[in-house]
């Protein structure tokens, strides 16, 4: 079956009427759609932690995360952002500060408990093989990235439910509803791990911009209440992380950005454990 025969299940299924151009990754396809004239969208997972995410999703019940309309198989039907602020603009003009804690406060909301068992969720250390075999095969900073994440995943504190990609695209303007999350990866482990990748973002300007990092860091330990220390620890090794998926990926001419990245969480580590 095409991929345009698969959606057009769904839309028949769910009455669903086209509302603006469809968006293709290379997890999910996504369709802007109307029912019964309220605005949605459409996702159809292509990979096993989109799967996973959905069921999270479901799980979330619309408390920090965009309300799931409907879930069938591989796809979902999600309530769909209206509002006209964006985290990453704030980000860049001047209301970083604002958007960490928008982004602190959204991550709490979906780590609270639901009193309802979780669904079939993947353990945070499958994410980092990719870190290892990097640190074998590249060396330098991966190494650096590979001891430590090794380190945190050995003893996890405080173990959630988690996100798994949160960053200021991921975290949206819902008008009335708020700031929700959306296109979780479906992960367990430890809650300090989804605050790490706001600190590569909204972009590679902002992120590596002089003093961003340690002010960040400051904001969202607080509003977050997290260790600093073990805080450094996870930006260096979810940093590492997105620079290993970059080499695998192919994406060369990206490499070095994210080490920089690296480098400077660990400069910041090193800085925070001689204080």
Not at 257 to 273: F, H, N, P, T
Request: one cysteine or more.
């Amino acid at each position: 079956m095409s991929e345009n025969d698969i959606s057009g299940v769904y839309f028949d299924l769910w009455r669903l009427i086209p509302d603006g151009i469809p968006i293709v990754t290379h997890s999910s396809r996504l369709f802007p759609v109307r029912r019964d004239g309220e605005p949605a969208m459409l996702k159809i997972a292509v990979v096993p932690e989109e799967k996973s995410g959905a069921e999270l999703m479901v799980w979330w019940n619309g408390v920090g995360a965009a309300c799931v309309l409907e879930h069938k198989d591989d796809a979902i039907l999600l309530e769909r952002a209206t509002g006209p602020l964006s985290l990453a603009d704030m980000a860049r003009n001047g209301r970083d500060d604002e958007a960490s804690r928008i982004i602190c406060e959204t991550i709490a909301g979906l780590h609270v408990p639901r009193g309802i068992s979780l669904p079939p969720l993947i353990p945070l250390s499958d994410r980092f093989r990719s870190l290892v075999a990097a640190a074998q095969r590249e060396g330098g900073p991966f190494v650096r990235s590979a001891a430590t994440a090794r380190m945190l995943l050995s003893e996890p504190q405080d173990v959630v439910p988690l996100h798994g990609d949160v960053h200021h695209g991921n975290i949206l303007d819902f008008a009335e509803r708020g700031w929700l999350a959306i296109d979780p990866k479906g992960l367990v482990g430890e809650r300090g791990f989804d605050y790490a990748n706001l600190f590569c973002n909204p972009d590679h300007a902002v992120a590596t911009s002089h003093g961003r990092l340690a002010r960040q860091v400051n904001v969202v330990s607080k509003a977050a209440g997290l260790d600093r220390f073990r805080l450094l620890q996870w930006i260096v090794a979810w940093a590492g992380l997105s620079a290993a998926w970059l080499i695998e990926d192919g994406l060369d001419q990206h490499v070095e950005a994210a080490i920089q990245r690296v480098e400077i969480a660990a400069a910041e580590l090193d800085e925070v454990g001689i204080a």
